[in-house]
Structure formats: structure tokens, C-alpha cells
């Protein structure tokens, strides 16, 4: 049983990981890293797996798609902050930020560096932690605390922009790389929550 | 218990190992947190705190506070502490919230990856990392330096702190070019022009509202746009309680919807008005006996159409009033001019003698508009030669000037200037000025003011020679330069263009490297210094939040980074001159960027809070409490001090007929081997002989004729451009109805209800406005606050590519139309200023 739990947790972790990889800058390992979500998913979810493919794939390509999509300048396509989709001002840093913000800091983390606190990327490594967080736990209470946090993060943050996020970037996407990560993210999250609420 | 853990803390680290074995190490998965350091968090939790920095959201330079929370920018008010706005912040100061937290904004440096440049190529920007970006800049310049070709670097300036010179001058010169381009000629600089060949003051002047009874306004704003806005805006209710206010203008502007006359006259005209009202004022004998004299025998000779013996009339503080009246003057009635400016008689008089009555508490203030026109140096003069008659100027309720602060200047860069700098400064500049056609007479120096719209027909001639490296800052000529369309050009031609800026914007489209820059009002160090309500302030620019974007700071940050990669290519000179700028406080020299930023900040501002170096004003302890309180006051006004000692002209008076005018036109004439009559022709004035030194009235020079194209386009800036930065911020859309006549989320074109009858446009219709330089596209209004036979329009929408909201399709199709786009490339010679206003006509096409 808790072999189970920890396996299933172990890949969890990387799965959030990888994801929380690929929404940043694509680098050299791109292919690589979607072989390991490629094993991971597949025993957590393997009607996931639909959306991967063992492509390689041209980074420079992938540099220009993820400009126009995540980093503009000229004009976002899908924009991975938070605030974009929680507020109806369109502006970064908004009050959905600042609470993502906070609950970081309760946890003991600062953002490293010039991350935008509700960036996808950095509000999928932060649920990542609380995984780890809850492997690493002395005792149940700390495990079903951490699964708690996991669960209150989702349902405050991730999971009420996620969707209209992986909408648009499977719209805006010119590269089979970030559709199929805009299936796959919304897929996982949507089991991610089936899952913490059986 | 136990065993659990130990199972799940052995299972999780053997499982990491066996992906870090197969995978991750190798491949760079960071198992580790990336977004996140588990160092000591602070969380305050306890409000917030107003924090000072400055808004350069227009050029009145409001020191202003933040309030700030949890490291996040809430709120703007002005500076308490500062006398020039006294606590306040106009409308757009809020807007800048909406800038900085703009998800459009440039996070990272980028790099071009399509090398084809145009109007139509997508530029494939592709994130870089500062070092790759800082190389390649480096590897450019170093370049120019061993082929001993730097004069082909250029760096283009546009909005600047006083920071400005690390970048725009040492770094120009020690490189070795003599092209540091600023953007001053497409501001206001021909308002400068009335002043300095009347009272020699090359600047803006502080208007004593306070005290003035009469206030006649020429084309400025001041309640909604540049200068010391919001100043005057806390004051004018008590100005309207206490004084008369007349606003000159096409279109009813905000301050002439509160004014009690409006005179809305035929665009470019002033210059007829200003001297009709002097007319006036001397034949109804109002002027100051104080400070321009009087007749010997006391009575008034001045009389309609009579020529004056000179000798019959003693001067004072003032030079050439007879020569004026008879070279000018003395056939200037309300009646003529009511003919040339389009308006009634009797408001003519009675606006003069409104005017001419209130003495010297009267005062005349010249605005961008009758001055930003091909022949606007002379209204400019005309306008302000109003204040030398009543004796207003320098005095109580009249027309003042900066008083004096105490910063200091940048170390010289001369003794890091190599031979191949020296030669390569030596070169000729790239925007034309000092050639015969453009004098540029700043300050009264041939060739010493910059044409900064005509830089873009010297890349594309390649005249005086090839561009090859190009630097801009805060900056978007692409857009804000009249005939736009010529950038593109010039852009495209550029090899390597590197754009510092907050926003991506017309000007990146044509870049190669894009770094981002900190935004002034939250993330930067710096300072401003303006003038308003007797007093001058120096105001500091602090970085006041938490950044979450990896930007730097442009004047300062961004050229050390270069120099240090410039040493490393073994050229040390830049680095080595940054270096000297040493920490007032700590005596230590900068090791870095971030070091550096602050340095030079408390390197040029020492005087004014180290109680050592103390010279006047407010007093300090010390840096801390100087950045605390974020603003430094001046000693009051000293009124009337330049009627004592003399006015910085050729005579030492206040000069009607322009003794500096003419020495400045002689030496261009000389230089160039010919006429001041050839030069003035040359450079599109239609004036000859003496009259070209006293203030006169020319015809407006207009492109287009009346019959095919029917209005004369009035261009005027909105009040809520910030700088030209905000067109992508909900707000402006929002509450865009602020201007006077338009409407929110749209841009529109106001028709007084008369043409529109003759030309049938109704309210709502789409339309183009199509001038002989080009056209745009926007919605038709209704509007008695438009002259008949002109149509008004705001500058500032039109944007193709400056972000989500700003453009309608990005990349392709603008919101709004930009009015630069039908402003042909016209210039105001003598002073090399842009001409934006009373300079072209266009139809209209309801489409
Ligand atoms: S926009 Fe101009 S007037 Fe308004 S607060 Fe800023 S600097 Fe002052």
C-alpha cells in the first residue's frame, strides 16, 4: 500500500516536473524529457499517453513557438500567468499573483530569479514540492497535509485557469510539440483531480 | 512510523537516482526546485508603505510616491514634499501601474532569427540570455573599432533621465562616434526659440499663476498635457477665481473648456494674432514704462501706420521696441489680423487690452502648437516678446525661469578617448543639422541642435555616411516621427539595431537584439529636475517593487554591462571611465552593474544631500534620508533679478529686435558662404532683410490645397499618453472620453457640425484621412468644439505593434490610426523642430 502511494507520488512528482519544464524555455533535452514523461504517465494515466509522441524535436522551432505563445514581445498569444485568466484586468502581478505569492512564502519558498509567480511553470514545480513534501512526511499528518495543500492549490489556483490556458494554447499552437502539451497538461490535470477527490 | 519513512525517504532518493541515471542528470533535468530557494522568507503582512520615486509619464516630471505592498506597486499620489506639484499626480500618472505590470512588456533579451527587415517580415524573436546578447553588441562595436569606422555607431535617444549621459554621451564619444541622436526635436524645442532670441533663456518657463491676472495661452494644455500638469491642475481653480484666461487654439483643448476666452483660430496664424495684440497694446499706450521705456516727451507715439524716429524714445531693460513697431508693428490691427487669423475683431481687442490692462501681471505662454510648425521659430518669438512689452517676464505673475539646483556632471570622458575615437568623433553628425537647410540655431549656435526626424533621410542616403551599429533607448521614431514610412526604411537598411525598451513597440519590429528595460518609475535609478510654482525640484527615480522580470536598468546598468564586455575584448577604456564614478559615501569605485546604477545616482546628486558639499535649497543629513524623502527643493523665485543683472542676449536686454538672432543667422550665412536673405529661403521662411530679427508673422506653411484636400489637420497629443507608452493599457481605452470630444475605445476625428453638413460625414462613420504623405483610418464625430474648415485629432493610437490592446490585428493592422502617418517630414529650420501642427491638409473618405 504505501509502496503504491509512493510510487504513484514518485510519479506524480515527475510529471509535474517535466510539465513544469516544458512550459519554460526549450532546451537541448526536450526529446529526452518526454520519454521519461512518457514512462511515468503511462502507469499513473496511461490514457494520457495519446499525447506523446517520440518526436525529436527542433529546438529552434520550438524557440519561435514558445516566443509567440509565452513570451511575446510584441503581443502573448497564450498567456501562462494566472492573473490573465483569474482577473479581468489583464494585467501580470494582480491579487491572484500575490495570493499564489503568499502561499509560497507560508511554505518557506521564495521565487528564485525573474519568475512571475503564477507562471504555469512555476505553479506546477510548486505543487512538485508539495509532493516531494508529502513523500519525504514523518507521519500520516504531515502526508495528508501536504496531499491537503496539493488539493487547496489546485482547486484556488492551477485548475481555475488551467483549462482556459490549455484551450488557448491548443488554438494558438503552431507546433505539434505544445499542442500535444496543451492536451496533456489539461488531460492531467482533470485526472489529477478525479484522482485527489476519490 | 519510523519504517515508513525511511522506506518512502529511501524509495524517493533511489527512484531519483535511477532517473537521474537513466536521464535527468545527463539531459539537465533539475530535480532540484528551479522556480524556487528555500531561503528565509519575510512575509510583511502589515500594509504597505508609500515609497518616493518619480513619473516621467510626461515631461513635467512629478516626483511622485508608490504605495507598495508585499514588494507590489497599489497606488500613485504625488510627493508631499515636493514644491512643484505639491502632492499631486495627474491621470496618467495611474496609468503607469497598468505599464509595468503589462504582460506585454519584454521579459528577457530576445534576438532576431528572420534576417530580412520590413514593414511585412515577422522578426522571430527567440529569447537569448543577457551574455549572448551583451556579445554580440560587443562583438559590433568592436568591429567598428578595428576598422577605425566608429562614427557608423548611432544611439538614438528618446525619453531620458538625467542618467542619460553614461549612456548617450560618454559611451558615444569614448567609442569614437559623434552620432548620439536625441529625440528633443519632435518634443518642443521651437518654444525654446521665442524665449532665448528675446531673453536668452534656451528653456521652458515656470508661469506664476499664483499671481497673474491675465493668462493668455497659445496652443498648450496645461491643465491636461506637458508642463507641470499636475500643478497646474491643483491650481487652476483658484486661477480661474483670481484671472482672466484666454486660450489660443484651433480646438477647444481641456484648459479652454474652462477658459473665459476661447479663440480658436485658423491653425498656424498666431504669429498675426501675437503681433495685432501688440499693436494694441502700444497704440493704447499699455505697455510697461518700467521695463521697455518710454517716449522722451510722455506722450504715446505709437499711432496706426506712423513711422517712429528711434531717438525719440528712451529704452530700458528692453532692445529695438521702435524698430519693431516700424518694421512690424505699426500696421498690425485687430481689423487685419482678424482677416489672416479668422476670428472677430472686438475678442481681438478685447483680449489685447484684457491683456495689455493687467500689466505686468499679465502673461503670455507659448505652447508646442503655433511653435511646431515650418515657420513656428517666429510665432514662438512673437508670443513671448508679448511678456518684454507688458514687463512680465522674470516677475511677479509673469513668465519665470528654472531656478538654479546643484547637480553635477558625469566625470569628462575626454582622457578615455583613444585616437580612434577622437578621429572618429570628428565626423559629421547623421541628421543633417548646420547644413545650409537646417541652421539647428540652439542656444544661438549654428548646427548645435539636433533634427532628430531627418536622421532617418541621412541612414537612407547614407549622408554623410553608411550606418552600420544602432543603439535606441526608450524610444519609437517608427511611430512618433512624422511620415513614418521613412523609418521603416531607414530601419530596414540598419544591419545591426539593438533596442533598449520596457515595451516592443514600431522600432523593435526593425531590431536585432531587444534588452529589456526596467520601467523609471519602479525599477530605476535615476533623477529628474523641473520647475513650476517658483521653485525647482530634483526628483529621484527608485527602484520602489520587486521585479519579476529579468530587465536592467538602460542609462546605467546596460552600458556598464557592455563596457565590461568590451574589456574582455580588450578595449577597457568605457569600463575604466565607468569606474571613476566612485561612491560618494563609501569612496569606493562600482564592481558591478547593479553597484554602478547607484553610484553615478549619488555621484551627481552629492550636492544636494551631503551637508558638506551643501550650496542651498532644502538640507540633508545624508543619502539615506535624501532617498527617503525622494525630492530636493530650491530656494524660492528671486523675481526681477535679471532686470538687474541683464538678460543672457547679445545686449544684455530683453531684445525686440534680436541682436542674437542675427549674430546666429550671420555666422550660419558665413559659414555656408552666402545671404541670411539665401538661407531663410532656402529654409522655407518668406521673410527677408531686418524684419527676418523681430518677431513677425508669416504665412503658414501648409501642404495640400484647399480644394483637394479641405481641412487642415490639427494633430494634438492626448492627455493620457505617457509618452506614448500607454496604448496598451485597459485604462486609456477605458476612460479615453478625458479628451475633450472623444470617445472611449475609439479614436476619433472631430468635425465641426458645419463641414460635416457640406461633406455629409455622420457621427460613427468610418473614415479615412488621406493627406498627400499617406493616410489612417478611424471613426467620424460631431463636434462644435473644432474650428470649421480643420479637423482635430488625438496622437497616440495607431499602433501596429506594441501589444495585445494596442493593435487590432498585431503585426498587421492598427487601432486607430497614427497620425504621423499623413504629418509629412516638415521642419522648422531655424530650430531643426519637427513640424507637427498647421502643416498639412487632407480629405475625407467615409469608407
Ligand atoms: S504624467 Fe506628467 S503630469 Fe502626470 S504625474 Fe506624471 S509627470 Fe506629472
Known sequence: MIQDILKTNTNRAYVYKILSEFYNSPQENVTELGTVLKTKAESLYPQLIIHINGHNFERNSLLLDFSRLFLGPFKLLSPPYGSLYLEKNSQIMGESTMDALKIYWKNGLQIEGNRIPDHISVELEFIYFLIIKEIESDDDEDMNTFRDKQKIFLKQHLARWVFSFTKSLSENAKTEFYKNLAHFTRDFIKAEITWMNE | ?847
Open chain 2, 1 to 847: 512510523m519510523e519504517n515508513k519513512t525511511e522506506l518512502s525517504r529511501r524509495n524517493f532518493i533511489k527512484n531519483t537516482a535511477g532517473i537521474g541515471a537513466v536521464v535527468g542528470l545527463s539531459a539537465g533535468l533539475p530535480l532540484s526546485l528551479k522556480a524556487f530557494s528555500q531561503k528565509k522568507t519575510k512575509i510583511t503582512g502589515n500594509g504597505g508603505e508609500w515609497k518616493s520615486t518619480t513619473c516621467q509619464g510626461c515631461t513635467s516630471w512629478c516626483s511622485v510616491q508608490v504605495y507598495v505592498e508585499d514588494g507590489r506597486a497599489i497606488k500613485v499620489r504625488g510627493n508631499p514634499n515636493s514644491k512643484v506639484n505639491l502632492g499631486k499626480a495627474c491621470v496618467r500618472s495611474h496609468l503607469a501601474l497598468q505599464q509595468v505590470y503589462d504582460p506585454d512588456r519584454v521579459k528577457v533579451p530576445m534576438k532576431r532569427t528572420n534576417p530580412k527587415k520590413g514593414r511585412n517580415e515577422d522578426p522571430g524573436f527567440i529569447p537569448i540570455t543577457w551574455e549572448e546578447a551583451l556579445d554580440t553588441i560587443a562583438d559590433k562595436i568592436m568591429e567598428l573599432r578595428k576598422n577605425h569606422e566608429t562614427y557608423k555607431y548611432v544611439l538614438m535617444r528618446g525619453r531620458y533621465s538625467y542618467m542619460r549621459d553614461i549612456l548617450y554621451d560618454r559611451m558615444t564619444k569614448i567609442i569614437g562616434s559623434p552620432n548620439n541622436i536625441s529625440h528633443s526635436a519632435i518634443c518642443a524645442e521651437a518654444e525654446k526659440f521665442g524665449p532665448f532670441f528675446t531673453e536668452g533663456l534656451w528653456d521652458y518657463r515656470q508661469y506664476d499663476v499664483k499671481n497673474a491676472n491675465y493668462i493668455l495661452i497659445w496652443g498648450a494644455d496645461p491643465i491636461a498635457t506637458n508642463r507641470q500638469v499636475s500643478y497646474y491642475s491643483k491650481m487652476w481653480g483658484d486661477v480661474m477665481s483670481h484671472a482672466k484666461v484666454a486660450v489660443v487654439d484651433p480646438r477647444l483643448s481641456a484648459t479652454a473648456a474652462k477658459a473665459d476666452e476661447w479663440l480658436p483660430l485658423k491653425p498656424g496664424t498666431d504669429g498675426a494674432l501675437a503681433v495685432a495684440i501688440a499693436h494694441v497694446i502700444l497704440t493704447e499706450g499699455l505697455w510697461n514704462r518700467e521695463f521697455v521705456g518710454d517716449f522722451i516727451d510722455g506722450q504715446n507715439h505709437f499711432i496706426t501706420g506712423h513711422d517712429i524716429d528711434e531717438t525719440t524714445f528712451e529704452e530700458k531693460i528692453t532692445h529695438g521696441i521702435v524698430k519693431w513697431w516700424n518694421l512690424e508693428l505699426k500696421n498690425k490691427t485687430p481689423e487685419w489680423a482678424a482677416k489672416k487669423v479668422g476670428l472677430d475683431v472686438d475678442q481681438i481687442r478685447r483680449v489685447a487690452i484684457g491683456f495689455g490692462k493687467a500689466g505686468s501681471q499679465s502673461l503670455s505662454w507659448v505652447g508646442g502648437g503655433p511653435v511646431m510648425q515650418v515657420r513656428g521659430c517666429y510665432n514662438s518669438m512673437a508670443c513671448n516678446a508679448l511678456n518684454g512689452l507688458v514687463g512680465s517676464v522674470d516677475n511677479v505673475g509673469g513668465t519665470l525661469k528654472p531656478n538654479k539646483e546643484y547637480t553635477k556632471k558625469f566625470p569628462a570622458p575626454d582622457d578615455f578617448m583613444d585616437e580612434i575615437a577622437k578621429k572618429g568623433k570628428k565626423h559629421k553628425k547623421m541628421d543633417g543639422r548646420g547644413t545650409k537647410e537646417f541652421p539647428a540655431l540652439k542656444k544661438g549656435k549654428p548646427g548645435s541642435g539636433v533634427v532628430t526626424n531627418h536622421l532617418a533621410d541621412g541612414i537612407i542616403n547614407e549622408k554623410p555616411n553608411e550606418v552600420k551599429v544602432a543603439i535606441g533607448y526608450m524610444n519609437n521614431f517608427t511611430f512618433s516621427c512624422p511620415e513614418s514610412s521613412r523609418w521603416h526604411k531607414a530601419l530596414s537598411k540598419i544591419p545591426f539595431t539593438v533596442h533598449i525598451t520596457t515595451h516592443a513597440a514600431e522600432f523593435t519590429w526593425f531590431s536585432d537584439i531587444i534588452l529589456p528595460a526596467a520601467h523609471h518609475m519602479f525599477e530605476k535609478y535615476g533623477y529628474t529636475k523641473n520647475h513650476a510654482n517658483g521653485y525647482r525640484h530634483v526628483t529621484l527615480l527608485q527602484p520602489v517593487v520587486d521585479s519579476y522580470l529579468d530587465v536592467k536598468q538602460d542609462e546605467t546598468e546596460i552600458p556598464w554591462l557592455i563596457a565590461e564586455k568590451l574589456a574582455r575584448r580588450g578595449f577597457t577604456n568605457l569600463l575604466d571611465h565607468y569606474k571613476t564614478y566612485i561612491d560618494p559615501e563609501s569612496g569606493k569605485s562600482p564592481k558591478n552593474s547593479e553597484e554602478f546604477a547607484i553610484y553615478a545616482l549619488k555621484y551627481a546628486t552629492q550636492p544636494l544631500w551631503d551637508s558638506s558639499e551643501y550650496k542651498g535649497g532644502d538640507h540633508f543629513k545624508n543619502w539615506a534620508e535624501f532617498s527617503k524623502v525622494g525630492v530636493w527643493n530650491s530656494a524660492p523665485y528671486k523675481f526681477k533679478k535679471r532686470w538687474k543683472d541683464g538678460f543672457k542676449t547679445e545686449t544684455k536686454k530683453f531684445e525686440f529686435y534680436s541682436e542674437t538672432l542675427k549674430k546666429a543667422l550671420t555666422k550660419h550665412a558665413e559659414k555656408h558662404k552666402t545671404t541670411i536673405d539665401d538661407i531663410l529661403k532656402t529654409c522655407k521662411y518668406e521673410v527677408h532683410g531686418e524684419r527676418a530679427f523681430i518677431p513677425h508673422f508669416e504665412e503658414p506653411y501648409i501642404i495640400g490645397d484647399e480644394k483637394n484636400y479641405p481641412f487642415i489637420f490639427v494633430d494634438y497629443k492626448s492627455r493620457l499618453n505617457r509618452e506614448g507608452r500607454s496604448a496598451n493599457t485597459a485604462w486609456y481605452y477605458e476612460i479615453k472620453d478625458v479628451d475633450p470630444g472623444d470617445e472611449r475605445h475609439k479614436d476619433i476625428a472631430k468635425f465641426n457640425p458645419v463641414d460635416a453638413k457640406r461633406f455629409n460625414i455622420q457621427n460613427g462613420d468610418r473614415i479615412k484621412l488621406i493627406s498627400k504623405t499617406g493616410e489612417l483610418e478611424c471613426t467620424a464625430k460631431l463636434w462644435e468644439g473644432v474650428r470649421p474648415g480643420t479637423v482635430a485629432k488625438t496622437y497616440g493610437q495607431g499602433h501596429w505593434a506594441y501589444g495585445q490592446l494596442a493593435s487590432e490585428k498585431f503585426g498587421v493592422k492598427a487601432r486607430g490610426g497614427n497620425n504621423n502617418d499623413i504629418i509629412p517630414a516638415e521642419y522648422d529650420r531655424l530650430s531643426g523642430s519637427t513640424a507637427y501642427y498647421g502643416v498639412v491638409r487632407v480629405k475625407v473618405v467615409i469608407i
